[in-house]
């Protein structure tokens, strides 16, 4: 079964500081994989996303993404954290199988706090 | 360019009490998805749909049901609300690969 594993609830970083969240899923072949982050009291904004090629993606407010086949990794990064990216992260994973329904397996989130 | 909008934002129910939530999408997309939102927990799939009268369970459906009469509405009942039902609900409309848009969210609470 799909799964997504996001082993850091929260974490706090200072304003400038590089970030790494880790993000492993469990799928039997090469997925869609996403990231969104949510806003207190706000939707999901879709952050970036891999199907397929370029292994480093990048995406919106300077994040940037690398999936690694042999880790079953997408790990989120960004080179210098500003104040409002403080937020929740959810990495996820989609069946790339044309007959499917389509949805999303999420993982279980992680809080991001920045100090000033 | 409206997108997923839901209503309403915030509701409290008594328990026993039925609702409705609304979910509309201008984007003319075929799949609509509902999931709930608990602390610590992710998002979990409530119901599926990929068009006008066509709907699906998705890991969550107990206590909740759907309909598709539209392209556009995909509105999600509570007939009898129980506290286990507070959380967040999310609808969400897919694109093309699985590119998911989703509304702001209905904060439930039941009590």
């Known amino acids: 079964a799909q799964s997504v594993t996001q082993p850091d609830i929260h974490i706090t970083v200072s304003e400038g500081a590089s970030l790494e969240l880790r993000c492993n899923y469990s799928y039997g072949a090469t997925p869609y994989l996403f990231w969104y982050v949510q806003s207190p009291g706000q939707g999901l904004q879709l952050l970036l996303k891999y199907f397929s090629g370029d292994t480093l993606v990048q995406g919106i407010k300077g994040f940037e993404a690398e999936f690694k086949r042999s880790q079953s990794s997408f790990n989120l990064r960004k080179p210098s954290v500003h104040w409002s990216d403080a937020a929740e992260y959810f990495c996820a994973v989609g069946s790339n199988y044309g007959g499917s329904q389509g949805n999303l397996i999420f993982g279980k989130g992680t809080k991001l706090s920045v100090k000033p | ?111």
Not at chain 2, 34 to 44: A, E, F, N, S, V
Not at chain 2, 76 to 100: D, G, H, W
């Open chain 2, 1 to 111: 360019n409206a997108g997923v909008t839901q209503t309403p934002k915030f509701r409290i129910l008594k328990i026993g009490q039925s609702m409705t939530l609304q979910c509309t999408q201008d984007m003319n997309h075929n799949y609509m998805y509902w999931y709930r939102q608990d602390p610590g927990m992710g998002l979990k799939l409530i119901y599926y749909s990929v068009g006008a009268g066509i709907t699906d369970k998705g890991e969550v459906p107990n206590g909740y049901n759907v309909s598709r009469s539209t392209t556009e509405d995909f509105p999600l009942r509570l007939e009898l609300a129980a506290p286990s039902q507070t959380s967040v609900y999310f609808c969400a409309s897919r694109l093309a690969k699985n590119i998911q848009y989703f509304g702001a969210g209905t904060r439930l609470s039941v009590l």
